[in-house]
DNA sequence: TTGTCAACTGTCAGTCGCTGTCACTAGCCT
DNA sequence: AGGCTAGTGACAGCGACTGACAGTTGACAA
């Protein structure tokens, strides 16, 4: 239903120009990751990526729509396998445990899906750069509004209802979304692992119903 | 507390120089924001402003980081009214009392305060612009995401709980944030005026609680 | 009033992301 | 083997933005 355009680890490679192409890919790819974590985002340039491959800045902008679309390369297959584990969900399941049922779901696919294209510790020193570059963080934020437009979308179909008509949808993955990424940015701004942020994820989400009760209870909520 | 940096309609304008700085700025923001809400966003360039207001574009960009912080200069305003109402709600209040509280109140005052600027109309028009600019959305939801920062630590200091350890006034501001942001864009793709986005705000937040129970019971949740 | 200082501004040159054009090399197919 | 064309490199150009330098003009004191 949809082509992600996976780099490394799919198709058999059919000629020998369809090959070259994707090692040029591939590498362009590898090569700029490496730098943003290395110097920073802005602090790459387009001349520096393509030096590092040999290639002229001309080839860079035929793969690639801009700098940006490299740097988010990973995380757009990361959402589609979500978006699918949400798809995959028993009917009858209430909305919120399903969404929260994929996400505890996809994880490991994700980790296995990630590491066929690039080291996942790479990975998540990029992420960690997204994070903190203004730019970036700006178009990863509109990045996720088109997931949870995707989510919405997919909850809706699941319960039968219309998601023009229906706000129910976008407002439950909104929620959902806002809080997911509260913990990643929690967990970016630390040092710890992936399982980390996969404890957080969760038991945030748990959180949700709590946090909008009435008034707080003082049981200690404390976490990280 | 926080120098917004009026523009119009403040500070009685000491020498010269002051009143000559605020012409030109006024000027260049005016300017600014209707070729945007005419000719989109892209489609506007430094050049076009400047030799609208005649002056250099090094003039342009000693006034404004850039063109994205023209766009944002009103909405920055509408934030601070926020986080200033939010900040004077009565302190037994409950916390998404609180915020519902604030936004429906802080409504006149941003609509009076925006007016002093520029034309109100002219605004909504502005905005209608960043909704449906990729590069401006992004922006808009970089800052969206400073300001549930800052609306978290005035509910955690509120609520007397330390916001680097309990996680509940980020994940309460996140979620009421995102159905917001959710009502805001349905409102942006019609063409219906202040009032019904309004409305649907406030109709939006009173859905949240039901969108996360468990099953979805079979109301009509219609809106629209 | 005048002269000095500092603020404000314009001009120019340059960087970086990105796009269009065009010629050319090298896989591919007959 | 030879033509076709996808893929590429070299080059020119645009728009956002920045730094350096010089000119202009309010502010303020003498």
Known sequence: ???????????????????????TRDALLRSSLELFAARGYEGTTVDDIVAA?????????????????????????????????????????????????????SWDDIAEAVEQVVPLELHLRVYRVIESTPALLAAHLRRS???EERLARVIAEREGVDPDTDPRPRILVAAVCGVIRV???????????????????????????PALAEPWSDDRHTSR
């Open 145 to 147: 509004s088109e997931l």
């Open 53 to 105: 491959v040999h290639v002229s800045q001309r080839t860079f902008f035929r793969y690639f729509a801009g700098k940006e679309e490299v740097a988010f390369h990973v995380p757009r297959l990361a959402e589609s396998l979500l978006v699918d584990a949400v798809r995959g969900r028993p009917p009858g399941e209430p909305p919120l445990d399903a969404l929260r049922g994929a996400l505890r779901e």
């Open 1 to 23: 239903m949809e082509t992600v355009g996976t780099v490394a680890g799919a198709a058999p490679a059919t000629g020998l120009r369809e090959r070259r192409k994707r090692l």
């Open 183 to 209: 913990a990643e940015r929690s967990w970016s701004a630390g040092d710890s692992g992936l399982a980390a942020l996969r404890e957080l994820t969760t038991a945030h989400l748990d959180r949700l119903g």
